[in-house]
């Protein structure tokens, strides 16, 4: 996932919107161990905020947008 948000982050410029949706966000909160080696959900917050993306999570879902 961090990989994929890097790419993101690079290619920002090309891009008016970009929405981004990750499943099952509720293996990044708490202490699942379903996913290996997970990043935080302060990453994904921190990450969306350093972009400029506004967050909200919803059905299990964490929705980023940017403005």
């Not at 350093?50 to 967050?55: N, T």
């Amino acid at each position: 996932m961090e990989d994929e948000l890097s790419a993101i982050a690079t290619n920002l410029n090309n891009f008016d919107k970009i929405t981004i949706l990750i499943d099952d966000i509720r293996f990044l909160v708490g202490n699942s161990d379903d996913w290996n080696e997970k990043p935080s959900i302060d990453y994904l917050v921190d990450w969306a905020r350093e972009h400029k993306f506004y967050w909200r999570i919803e059905h299990d879902i964490f929705i980023l947008r940017n403005h």
